[in-house]
């Protein structure tokens, strides 16, 4: 199979959609449309469902406290290929009230954009995408943004998971290191 064959089906593309659930039950939603995608056996159409949350520390009578935050209350996220049967499943599953980006009326959702759900997903610790930049260690780059804007710095180290670059830049006569977001880095032309 294709990456293609793999992405779509009919020529239906496999896409992100947010699903409306009543506030505080996004778990258990989650639960039951997984129950349904097993018992309907529709799992080729419907692929990962997220209730997008990150572990928070609390303090509570002097102990620290690991504790899943939600980042979208009332949401889930489905990746599926929508199809008539796809759409009639997550819709009536108990505790969904709808799709996000429906008209109503029995129109069909629009999708989250690639990049917004990449977004989402990096947050979490779980995007897909390769990180491809002009420039590796030992390059010298310039700084497009922020309080080092304009100067020029050698690339010391990189990190692709945070997507910043240990860059030495002369600040008063010495070579300090900072770390810049790769989208604020370009290669030096010489």
Same mark, same amino acid.
Not at 6 to 33: F, Q
């Given at each position: 199979?294709?990456?293609?064959?793999?992405?779509?089906?009919?020529?239906?593309e496999k896409n992100w959609y947010v699903v409306n659930t009543y506030a505080g039950h996004e778990n258990?939603?989650?639960?039951?449309?997984?129950?349904? !995608?097993?018992?309907?056996?529709?799992?080729?159409?419907?692929?990962? @469902? *997220?209730?997008?949350?990150? /572990?928070?520390? +609390?303090? %509570?009578n002097g102990k620290e406290v690991e504790k899943m935050r939600n980042l979208f209350p009332g949401y889930?996220?489905?990746?599926?290929?929508?199809?008539?049967?796809?759409w009639y499943v997550v819709r009536n599953t108990p505790g969904v009230t709808g799709f996000i980006g429906?008209?109503?009326?029995?129109?069909?959702?629009?999708?989250?954009?690639?990049?917004?759900?990449?977004?989402?997903?990096?947050?979490?610790?779980?995007?897909?995408?390769? !990180?491809?930049?002009?420039?590796?260690?030992?390059?010298?780059?310039? @700084? *497009?943004?922020?309080?080092? /804007?304009?100067? +020029?710095? %050698?690339?010391?180290?990189?990190?692709?998971?945070?997507?910043?670059?240990?860059?030495?830049?002369?600040?008063?006569?010495?070579?300090?290191?900072?770390?810049?977001?790769?989208?604020?880095?370009?290669?030096?032309?010489?």
């Amino acid at each position: 199979m294709t990456d293609v064959e793999k992405n779509s089906i009919d020529g239906v593309e496999k896409n992100w959609y947010v699903v409306n659930t009543y506030a505080g039950h996004e778990n258990r939603v989650k639960e039951n449309l997984e129950r349904r !995608v097993e018992s309907m056996g529709i799992s080729d159409y419907l692929f990962r @469902i *997220l209730v997008v949350e990150e /572990s928070e520390i +609390e303090y %509570k009578n002097g102990k620290e406290v690991e504790k899943m935050r939600n980042l979208f209350p009332g949401y889930l996220f489905v990746e599926m290929i929508m199809t008539d049967d796809a759409w009639y499943v997550v819709r009536n599953t108990p505790g969904v009230t709808g799709f996000i980006g429906s008209s109503g009326g029995g129109a069909k959702p629009f999708p989250v954009s690639p990049d917004e759900i990449e977004s989402i997903l990096r947050r979490i610790g779980i995007g897909d995408s390769v !990180v491809n930049v002009n420039f590796k260690v030992g390059d010298t780059v310039k @700084i *497009l943004s922020g309080p080092f /804007s304009g100067m +020029e710095g %050698k690339v010391n180290a990189m990190n692709d998971k945070d997507r910043v670059a240990s860059v030495l830049t002369i600040l008063f006569g010495r070579e300090t290191p900072t770390d810049i977001a790769y989208t604020d880095l370009v290669k030096a032309d010489y």
